[in-house]
């Protein structure tokens, strides 16, 4: 079968390998979509945490259930989803039901080989049923699912005022599930294209260029003085996330999605004098792709919105480098393996 490997920073190759043999209590599933996210690009850069290279990247996947060994209430030919992230059940975070964070965790395509190839192996356990959405649909619930996770971990209440930092697919999910909660959403980016995308298809009500206006006397006058009592990173920028605290009001909270390899800082006078909580939020439970999944289905989230570039496999190591260029205009770009 085919794969295409990150061999190192700014490279990838096309390779072949033997389809996966089924093993015990795992589940072989034919690749027919792809989803290309953040992680993937900055592994591709270089700047990608928690990474080692050659890798086969893809964690955002759709597929056809062709062989399973103990997956009770699956059938061949099920069109699936999966959890991405491989814990061992055993450790601290994992027993207090926080397999998202486990303490060794394996993230399918970062710390081990992803879904870039035509077929893929996972732990039974971690299959998700398709529930009659279709394979662009389900390649999508696993970057909404970071965003739903970071809300949740927020516990954004209705009607207060949520200012999600990067308006990269991660933050465009995170506005959706913000609203969702019932939050008054504020977007804040440094792209017009992406920003003018959150109030035509997301609905969001307030949206701040970070380059051309006064983002704390915007946030101030849209809070009536208050300023967002919720503040999430979803840009993995040392500078936005150091500072995201300035846009934060007093006894609010502040969600970092985003990820970054240096120490980010910020005043301690600042952050004490709020009593501000600060967390991180990393992937996503079984619970949050149930959240996702059903609001897809209740026509709460529209998917179909986000899909902005299509790329056959055979063309993904030509045209990946253009990703990167934000004059694309990729909003999220999806790679086909089949109808």
């Known amino acids: 079968m085919k794969t295409l490997i990150c061999t190192q920073p700014g490279n990838l190759e096309y390779g072949n390998s033997t389809k996966p043999q089924l093993q015990p209590n795992s589940a072989i599933i034919r690749i027919k979509r792809i989803g290309i996210c953040g992680t993937d690009l900055h592994a591709f850069g270089g700047t990608q945490p928690f990474f080692t290279y050659p890798r086969i990247l893809g964690h955002e996947l759709s597929g056809e259930l062709i062989e399973f060994d103990n997956a009770p209430g699956f059938a061949k030919g099920e069109a699936v989803t999966f959890i991405p992230y491989f814990s061992d059940g055993s450790c601290i975070a994992c027993r207090q039901g926080k397999p998202n964070c486990c303490s060794a965790i394996k993230v399918f395509g970062v710390h081990v080989d992803g879904g870039m190839a035509e077929y893929v192996q996972i732990p039974s356990e971690y299959l998700v049923h398709g529930e009659g959405l279709t394979y662009d649909e389900l390649a999508l619930v696993e970057p909404l699912a970071i965003g739903a996770h970071g809300v949740k971990q927020a516990n954004v209440q209705k009607d207060e005022f949520v200012l999600v930092v990067g308006a990269g697919p991660i933050g465009l999910g995170t506005m959706e599930f913000a609203r969702i909660a019932g939050a008054r959403v504020i977007a ?41 009592t919720v503040v999430i990173d979803a840009t993995g920028n040392l500078k936005a996330i150091n500072n995201g605290l300035n846009y934060l009001s007093n006894g609010g909270r502040y969600v970092l999605i985003g990820l970054q390899k240096e120490s980010f800082s910020f ?22 792709f149930q959240h996702v999944i059903q609001s897809m289905k209740a026509g709460l989230v529209n998917p179909k919105t986000y899909i902005s570039h299509r790329i056959n496999f055979d063309e993904v190591k030509m045209k990946f480098p253009s990703l990167i260029d934000p004059k694309t205009g990729v909003i999220k770009a999806m790679i086909n393996l089949g109808e």
């Open 188 to 228: 804040l980016d440094v792209n017009d294209i992406r920003l003018q995308f959150c109030k035509k298809e997301l609905k969001v009500a307030f949206t701040l260029n970070l380059f051309t206006e006064n983002v704390i006397e915007r946030l101030s006058e849209i809070t009536g003085g208050d300023m967002p």
């Open 267 to 288: 005043s301690h006078p600042d952050f004490h004098k709020r009593e501000a909580v600060l967390m991180s939020s990393r992937n996503a439970t079984v619970e949050d």
